[in-house]
């Protein structure tokens, strides 16, 4: 039983057969492009779509709108201490405004950057700004079957080899992102954290963490990594961090907020450089495109991330999600992650070819059928890397019931049976940028 209720309902409606058909068909077959008023069960992304606690609709009451010093920078400063155990902090309008602000001041031309795995913003801010990314994931990621607690970990052996190949010189910046979202959610252990940051400490590169889930992740350690089982998960996100130099932050995640992120860092040097940027590019450095009410729930979330039993009925509802999925013999990536549970469209649909995009023709039927939005993490979103063709049903938080769930499962049920009915997809809209195609591009069914 959940150990909350619901204090605010808002209603949704399921549009007929006929006006899904037309939506997916209006909106160029990419889910991106659909009105919202049109998706009946929203698992696009669980990115600042959950619902707020009564607390932090509370502290939006106390949000202080001064444009420079205001105290809801120092409570949520004081939050990300306490936390996470970083002395300086820039706030962000969210998650890739952070990316933007810290890989701008620390990435040149010509540098390459290794990650356990990059997602979309990431990828695409480090090759705005001339670099390479480049993903070392565990070669226990390749395999969706194998129940293996830790598939998110950075691949050591994979991060020495690219140190061979471009020379340590080239790596200002080693990242590694908890949980691994680009790997279907996988977590990484407290052991691969230490091993990464040595890694990097090896080559004289910074260490930063992509921190949108560290709740997620300490919660799996402390299930799953000898060592931690008594260990409380406020306790092991502290130490998390205490091996890296800096972090990126969307608080749409694991700050339990709608918008908002941050960068931190230890380096003084590195935050007077970051400030200057978010000046530039977010707003003054203890506002940074944020209203005082955001940033005062954000410092709220933070703390209640990590506090039981939050992140428990969180990690459990998505594993839920993927037991009822896994009893229609639907095929999901195991185990499940920490906010998603992966489809495998490639075994769905294995008459499609990769070229036509299996995974955004799961996305599009998925909605044909019940009206619920996923998307693709495969060819579509991440063109050229060798990866599996993934859909994520990033559930948001404190949101949906079990009721939805089972909708969302019978509808994957009923796209499972009429697999043979569907073909390909190709492109015939794309943005310049193909790192970020999957957010605007338009597609057509394959012409025959």
Same mark, same amino acid.
């Given at each position: 039983?959940?150990?909350?209720?619901?204090?605010?309902?808002?209603?949704?409606? #399921?549009?007929?057969?006929?006006?899904?058909?037309?939506? =997916?068909?209006?909106?160029?077959?990419?889910?991106?492009?659909?009105?919202? /008023?049109?998706?009946?069960?929203?698992?696009?992304?669980?990115?600042?779509?959950?619902?707020?606690?009564?607390?932090?609709?509370?502290?939006?009451? !106390?949000?202080?709108?001064?444009?420079?010093?205001? %105290?809801?920078?120092?409570?949520?400063?004081?939050?990300?201490?306490?936390?996470?155990?970083?002395?300086?902090?820039?706030?962000?309008?969210? @998650? !890739?405004?952070?990316?933007? $602000?810290?890989?701008?001041?620390? #990435?040149?031309?010509?540098?390459?950057?290794?990650?356990?795995?990059?997602?979309?913003?990431?990828?695409?801010?480090?090759?705005?700004?001339?670099?390479?990314?480049?993903?070392?994931?565990?070669?226990?990621? /390749?395999?969706?079957?194998?129940?293996?607690?830790?598939?998110?970990?950075?691949?050591?052996?994979?991060?020495?080899?690219?140190?061979?190949?471009?020379?340590?010189?080239? =790596?200002?910046?080693?990242?590694?992102?908890?949980?691994?979202?680009?790997?279907?959610?996988?977590?990484?252990?407290?052991?691969?954290?230490?091993?990464?940051?040595?890694?990097?400490?090896?080559?004289?590169? *910074?260490?930063?963490?992509?921190?949108?889930?560290?709740?997620?992740?300490?919660?799996?350690?402390?299930?799953?990594?000898?060592?931690?089982?008594?260990?409380?998960?406020?306790?092991?996100? %502290?130490?998390?961090?205490?091996?890296?130099?800096?972090?990126? *932050?969307?608080?749409?995640?694991?700050?339990?907020?709608?918008?908002?992120?941050?960068?931190? *860092?230890?380096?003084?040097?590195?935050?007077?450089?970051?400030?200057?940027?978010?000046?530039?590019?977010?707003?003054?450095?203890?506002?940074?495109?944020?209203?005082?009410?955001? =940033?005062?729930?954000?410092?709220?979330?933070?703390?209640?991330?990590?506090?039981?039993?939050?992140?428990?009925?969180?990690?459990?509802?998505?594993?839920?999600?993927?037991?009822?999925?896994?009893? %229609?013999?639907?095929? $999901?990536?195991?185990?499940?992650?920490?906010?998603? $549970?992966?489809?495998?469209?490639?075994?769905?649909?294995?008459?499609?070819?990769?070229?036509?995009?299996?995974?955004?023709? #799961?996305?599009?039927?998925?909605?044909?059928? @019940?009206?619920?939005?996923?998307?693709?993490?495969?060819?579509?979103?991440?063109?050229?890397?060798? /990866?599996?063709? #993934?859909?994520?049903?990033?559930?948001?938080?404190?949101?949906?019931? /079990?009721?939805?769930?089972?909708?969302?499962?019978?509808?994957?049920?009923?796209?499972?049976?009429?697999?043979?009915?569907?073909?390909?997809?190709?492109?015939?809209?794309?943005?310049? *940028?193909?790192?970020?195609?999957?957010?605007?591009?338009?597609?057509?069914?394959?012409?025959?």
């Amino acid at each position: 039983m959940r150990s909350y209720k619901a204090k605010m309902v808002e209603p949704i409606e #399921l549009p007929s057969r006929e006006e899904r058909e037309a939506a =997916i068909e209006e909106a160029g077959y990419n889910v991106f492009n659909l009105d919202a /008023r049109d998706v009946y069960i929203d698992l696009l992304t669980d990115s600042g779509t959950g619902t707020m606690s009564a607390d932090q609709w509370a502290a939006m009451i !106390r949000g202080d709108e001064a444009y420079a010093g205001s %105290r809801s920078f120092n409570n949520l400063a004081d939050a990300v201490r306490d936390v996470m155990g970083f002395e300086y902090v820039v706030p962000t309008h969210q @998650g !890739r405004g952070a990316e933007n $602000v810290l890989y701008g001041v620390l #990435l040149e031309e010509g540098d390459v950057i290794p990650n356990n795995s990059h997602f979309d913003t990431t990828r695409a801010h480090i090759v705005n700004q001339g670099a390479e990314p480049v993903d070392c994931p565990s070669p226990a990621s /390749r395999d969706p079957n194998s129940n293996e607690s830790f598939k998110g970990n950075f691949d050591i052996d994979a991060g020495y080899a690219l140190v061979e190949e471009v020379g340590a010189d080239s =790596i200002p910046v080693v990242v590694l992102t908890i949980t691994n979202n680009s790997v279907a959610g996988q977590p990484v252990s407290m052991a691969n954290i230490r091993a990464t940051a040595e890694f990097a400490r090896d080559i004289d590169a *910074m260490f930063v963490i992509d921190a949108c889930r560290f709740a997620e992740n300490a919660h799996f350690i402390k299930q799953h990594e000898a060592g931690y089982e008594d260990t409380s998960v406020a306790e092991i996100a %502290r130490e998390q961090f205490e091996h890296a130099d800096a972090i990126t *932050m969307s608080g749409k995640k694991d700050a339990l907020v709608n918008i908002g992120g941050f960068t931190a *860092m230890r380096d003084e040097t590195v935050f007077e450089h970051a400030k200057q940027r978010a000046i530039l590019f977010e707003g003054f450095p203890t506002y940074g495109g944020l209203s005082g009410r955001d =940033i005062e729930a954000m410092a709220v979330g933070l703390r209640e991330a990590v506090t039981p039993p939050y992140v428990h009925e969180r990690v459990e509802q998505v594993g839920e999600l993927g037991d009822m999925l896994s009893e %229609r013999d639907v095929p $999901v990536y195991l185990p499940t992650g920490g906010h998603a $549970v992966y489809l495998d469209a490639g075994e769905i649909f294995s008459h499609i070819p990769k070229e036509h995009f299996p995974g955004q023709v #799961l996305v599009c039927a998925l909605y044909r059928e @019940g009206g619920v939005r996923g998307v693709e993490l495969g060819e579509f979103a991440f063109p050229g890397a060798e /990866r599996p063709d #993934l859909v994520r049903l990033a559930l948001p938080r404190r949101t949906y019931s /079990r009721e939805h769930l089972e909708h969302i499962a019978e509808t994957a049920e009923e796209v499972m049976e009429s697999a043979h009915e569907y073909d390909g997809l190709e492109i015939v809209e794309e943005p310049p *940028m193909k790192e970020l195609r999957h957010f605007s591009a338009k597609l057509e069914p394959v012409s025959e």
